[in-house]
């Protein structure tokens, strides 16, 4: 099994940073694919950002330009550089990582918030 933990959410202004964290832990290869979905109030869950082992970094297009994802295979985890934050930001962002052959098994973090308000 893997097991993801999430940290550095918080309260955030208007055009503020915020770095997100993620380590996995449990039995597991390198992962094929680590990223970061959110979930606004009231919305459904979308995908912010990922980046796997061939392919480029892959962004939702409202974060583009200010958020930038990256991943530290050796220490297993994986970042969110979350930049000039806007209200709309706000949801809880959760992490997951993704298997490669053959399984493709996909696991989740439980979840940090972030709240971008003056």
């Known amino acids: 099994q893997v097991q993801l933990v999430e940290s550095g959410g918080g309260l955030v202004q208007p055009g503020g940073s915020l770095r997100l964290s993620c380590v996995a832990s449990?039995?597991?290869?390198?992962?094929?694919?680590m990223g970061w979905y959110r979930q606004a109030p009231k919305k459904q869950r979308e995908l912010v950002a990922s980046?796997?082992?061939?392919?480029?970094?892959v962004y939702e297009d409202s974060v583009k330009g200010r958020f930038t994802i990256s991943r530290d295979d050796a220490k297993n985890m994986v970042y969110l550089q979350m930049n000039s934050l806007i209200p709309e930001d706000t949801a809880v962002y959760y992490c997951?990582?993704?298997?490669?052959?053959?399984?493709?098994?996909?696991?989740w973090g439980q979840g940090t918030q972030v709240t971008v308000s003056l």
């Open positions: 980046i796997s082992s061939d392919d480029p970094a």
């Open positions: 449990g039995s597991f290869d390198t992962f094929h694919t």
């Open positions: 997951y990582v993704r298997r490669g052959f053959p399984t493709w098994s996909k696991y």
